[in-house]
């Protein structure tokens, strides 16, 4: 079956550190991959994708690279800010007969102070 | 466009009472789909719509879950007689189907938060 399991939390930085939330997959088919976020009191946010191998997403400053030969996808950014304090959702979307479904990972905690 | 939007944001209702939610997704999203999120957890899928159609629902969709989408835009969904159990934060997401590829992207609701005393 399809499942996604990403570093449990929470993680705390200081502003300017280097950030790595590792996920990986499972999968029977060809998925695609994304990160979402979801800050304080909000909705989650499609934050990047990748739709097929070594593609790589990247939105404000966060990257991620689609790997098949390790199933992962993890999550990195060169230097934090405050306001990238938020959970951080891994997720894969595969292909049914009817449409696709989403499986999640169970979110990382991240919290950058000043 | 103003997004997926959901209503109420917070439900608080007593064991055994009926509650019902409402998505309105974005406008011309033909796809709409209902998920659970518990805290500490990540989303958890419900059911899935196609306009009006429910083509999909999960196991976790007991028979006290009823979802309903009767012209194809808004959605509904209701629990009878609620549990303690289904306390938690139900999400609402809608996509587009692209031309070229079914990894359509989910754009979420803010969510209704249920507490069940």
């Known amino acids: 079956g399809n499942s996604v399991t990403q570093m449990e939390g929470p993680v705390t930085l200081s502003e300017e550190a280097f950030l790595t939330i590792n996920c990986t997959y499972t999968a029977t088919g060809y998925p695609s991959l994304f990160w979402y976020v979801q800050y304080p009191g909000e909705g989650l946010q499609l934050l990047l994708k990748?739709?097929?191998?070594?593609d790589k997403g990247s939105n404000k400053g966060f990257e991620a690279t689609y790997r098949k030969e390790t199933t992962s996808f993890h999550l990195e950014k060169g230097s934090v800010q405050v306001s990238d304090s938020a959970v951080y959702f891994c997720a894969l979307s595969d292909v049914t007969n009817t449409g696709n479904q989403f499986y999640f990972g169970t979110g990382t905690s991240l919290t950058v102070i000043p | 466009d103003t997004g997926v939007s959901q209503n109420p944001r917070h439900k608080i209702t007593k064991r055994g009472q009926n509650v019902t939610f409402r998505c309105d997704p974005i406008s011309e999203h033909n796809r709409l789909y209902w998920y659970r999120q518990t805290l500490g957890q990540g989303p958890e899928f419900l059911t899935y719509?196609?306009?009006?159609?429910?083509?999909?629902k999960s196991r976790l969709l007991s028979d006290r879950f009823s979802a309903e989408r009767p012209k194809g835009s808004f959605s509904t969904l209701e629990i009878q007689r609620t549990e303690q159990g289904d306390s938690a934060m139900y999400l609402c997401?809608?996509?587009?189907?692209?031309?070229?590829?079914?990894?359509?992207?989910?754009?979420f609701g803010p969510g209704t938060r249920l507490t069940v005393l």
């Open positions: 990748a739709t097929k191998a070594d």
């Open positions: 719509f196609q306009n009006e159609a429910q083509l999909e």
């Open positions: 997401a809608s996509s587009s189907e692209t031309r070229d590829s079914w990894m359509d992207t989910q754009y």
